[in-house]
């Protein structure tokens, strides 16, 4: 059914779902359920709005491109938020956005 990493399936309801590659195949995540996905070199952590974290061995870019043209922005180099997690902005120098979890991702 799902023949690439980070493919977006269109389920019955218009409910958004995206597949991960995991270490035995692949977890299938309900895009709205995803807070947001911060990137250390070649690999990207999905925060989910249960708490639960999903150190994925993918690029930032690999998972722009399925998320885009879902509610997810990009805030920084290193973050990519679903801005229906997004609770406040924080004006400052070093501007930040506080995320639905408590998560305070710095905005560039």
């Known amino acids: 059914m799902v023949d690439m990493p980070l493919k977006n399936i269109d389920r019955s309801g218009g409910e958004r779902i995206i597949a991960l590659p995991v270490a035995d195949g692949l977890e299938f995540v309900h895009v709205n359920e995803v ?3 911060g990137s250390d070199s070649n690999y990207t952590t ?10 994925i061995s993918r690029t930032m870019k690999d998972f722009e491109d399925p998320l885009m043209d879902q ?3 990009r805030v920084h180099n290193s973050c990519l938020v679903n801005i229906k997690h997004m609770r406040k902005h924080i004006r400052s120098d070093d501007g930040e956005v ?6 305070n991702v710095p905005v560039a």
Not at 98 to 103: E, L
């Open 35 to 37: 807070v947001l996905c």
């Open 46 to 55: 999905l925060h989910m709005r249960d708490g639960k974290r999903s150190l």
């Open 71 to 73: 509610p997810f922005k």
């Open 98 to 103: 506080v995320m639905s979890t408590g998560a």
